[in-house]
């Protein structure tokens, strides 16, 4: 578990190339270096896909996106993924008025963000049928 005095992050490893990063209390200028800190180095230890489960979030100002926006850099440029879990209503609007929610695909809970990394979209579906011809 890593803190700060305004921020709590733990993390579970729900398979070997995901990490989910628990984010408590909140994402300002003094907290948001803990956060990519932590982000960043769970991907080095191989775990390239994360979640960011922000349920807890009471805050989060533009060092909290900034940070967001350089940890999925960072996960796309090892063949990775960030995603964002149950983000409460006034983080969700937060990065929808920024543009944050078209490039970090959100999900409204930490297991469908996890089912979505399985399955992610575009992937072919087995046993669908051939197109005719």
């Known amino acids: 578990m890593t803190h700060s005095s305004t921020l709590i992050l733990t993390v579970r490893h729900p398979a070997d190339s995901i990490a989910v990063l628990n984010v408590a209390g909140e994402i300002d ?6 956060l990519r800190s932590r982000a ?4 080095r230890q191989g775990r390239p896909h994360l979640v960011l489960d922000l349920a807890p979030v009471e805050f989060c100002d533009s060092s909290g996106l900034n940070a967001m926006i350089g940890i999925l850099r ?7 993924s960030l995603s964002v879990a149950a983000a409460p209503p006034h983080l969700t609007r937060l990065l929808d008025i920024t543009g944050i929610g078209d490039l970090i695909p959100t999900a409204p809970s930490t297991a469908e963000a996890l089912t979505r990394i ?12 051939a197109p005719e011809a």
Not at 40 to 43: F, P, R, S
Not at 118 to 129: I, K
Request: hydrophobic share 30%; glycine share 10%.
């Open 29 to 34: 200028v003094d907290s948001a270096p803990v």
């Open 74 to 80: 960072y996960a796309k440029d090892r063949h990775g």
């Open 40 to 43: 960043l180095e769970l991907i």
């Open 118 to 129: 399985a399955s992610p979209p575009g992937a072919r579906e087995t046993g669908s049928e």
